[in-house]
């Protein structure tokens, strides 16, 4: 992949994952923390059926990790990508084949689980990437089902731009209160060179024009607008 030197995440987490601890990682989105947890499980693998769970709160991260799987070119590695919004039959034909990798997001995990179609017999790894977001869209409940489910003694890996108090109760719940926290955000979680402001409105009403006078007021060049929903978006 052309990656000479390692990130500080890398740095700092891939010995603690390779020696089989349970590791909490507090870093910035973009950080490379893919790699910093990918690289030292297949490292540790035994190359055996649904052996690692990567749960992620969105399609597009899902795909995004896959993907960083995929470009490591091991040919020992079977990962396969899970999420909604597809078809689950072919989901399940594929989970048939034995991969060793699973990346998926909490509702189509839960399904195809509870349709007895995906087993944890052998899960040794789990990862929540994206721990904050996992939770900022309610699927608490989910993860904690899915941890639940799980039977067998496994690594438990956590990445989160920020860390809060549930998060911590989470670790705290499936590890028996044994893991490393590395804070490698330092509270900063933006780039130096960004500035940040925020608007305070009274109703939600307000939001939309609100944001169109501040928009005819800064007149930007270019902008980039995150929505919470796509009915938002609209």
Same mark, same amino acid.
């Given at each position: 992949?052309?990656?000479?030197?390692?990130?500080?995440?890398?740095?700092? #987490?891939?010995?603690?994952?390779?020696?089989?601890?349970?590791?909490?990682?507090?870093?910035?989105?973009?950080?490379?923390?893919?790699? #910093?947890?990918?690289?030292?499980?297949?490292?540790?693998?035994?190359?055996?059926?649904?052996?690692?769970?990567?749960?992620?709160?969105?399609?597009?991260?899902? !795909?995004?990790?896959?993907?960083?799987?995929?470009?490591?070119?091991?040919?020992?590695?079977? #990962?396969?990508?899970?999420?909604?919004?597809?078809?689950?039959?072919?989901?399940? %034909?594929?989970?048939?084949?034995?991969?060793?990798?699973?990346?998926?997001?909490?509702? =189509?995990?839960?399904?195809?689980?509870? =349709?007895?179609?995906? %087993?944890?017999?052998?899960?040794?790894?789990?990862?929540?990437?994206?721990?904050? =977001?996992?939770?900022?869209?309610?699927?608490?409940?989910?993860? !904690?089902?899915? &941890?639940?489910?799980? !039977?067998?003694?496994?690594?438990?890996?956590?990445?989160?731009?920020?860390?809060? =108090?549930?998060?911590?109760?989470?670790?705290?719940?499936?590890?028996?209160?044994?893991?490393?926290?590395?804070?490698?955000?330092?509270?900063?979680?933006?780039?130096?060179?960004?500035?940040?402001?925020?608007?305070?409105?009274?109703?939600?009403?307000?939001?939309?024009?609100?944001? &169109?006078?501040?928009?005819?007021?800064?007149?930007?060049?270019?902008?980039?607008?995150?929505?919470?929903?796509? !009915?938002?978006?609209?």
């Amino acid at each position: 992949m052309n990656i000479h030197n390692p990130t500080i995440v890398q740095e700092k #987490a891939i010995p603690l994952v390779l020696n089989g601890q349970n590791v909490i990682v507090q870093s910035k989105t973009g950080t490379g923390k893919t790699l #910093a947890y990918i690289l030292p499980i297949i490292e540790n693998m035994k190359f055996i059926k649904n052996e690692c769970l990567i749960i992620a709160p969105t399609r597009e991260l899902t !795909k995004q990790i896959f993907q960083v799987i995929k470009d490591l070119g091991d040919e020992r590695i079977k #990962a396969m990508p899970i999420y909604g919004g597809v078809s689950i039959n072919n989901q399940i %034909r594929k989970l048939q084949l034995g991969p060793h990798i699973l990346v998926g997001t909490p509702g =189509r995990l839960i399904d195809l689980y509870k =349709r007895k179609k995906l %087993r944890f017999d052998n899960t040794r790894f789990v990862i929540l990437d994206e721990g904050d =977001r996992l939770l900022d869209m309610g699927f608490f409940p989910d993860i !904690k089902y899915l &941890l639940k489910a799980i !039977k067998t003694k496994f690594q438990f890996l956590l990445f989160s731009a920020t860390i809060e =108090r549930s998060i911590r109760k989470l670790a705290k719940k499936f590890t028996k209160n044994k893991f490393i926290y590395l804070n490698l955000s330092k509270d900063n979680l933006t780039s130096s060179n960004t500035e940040q402001f925020f608007y305070m409105i009274n109703y939600y009403k307000q939001k939309y024009n609100t944001f &169109l006078k501040i928009l005819k007021e800064e007149r930007p060049k270019s902008s980039i607008i995150f929505v919470s929903t796509k !009915k938002t978006g609209k």
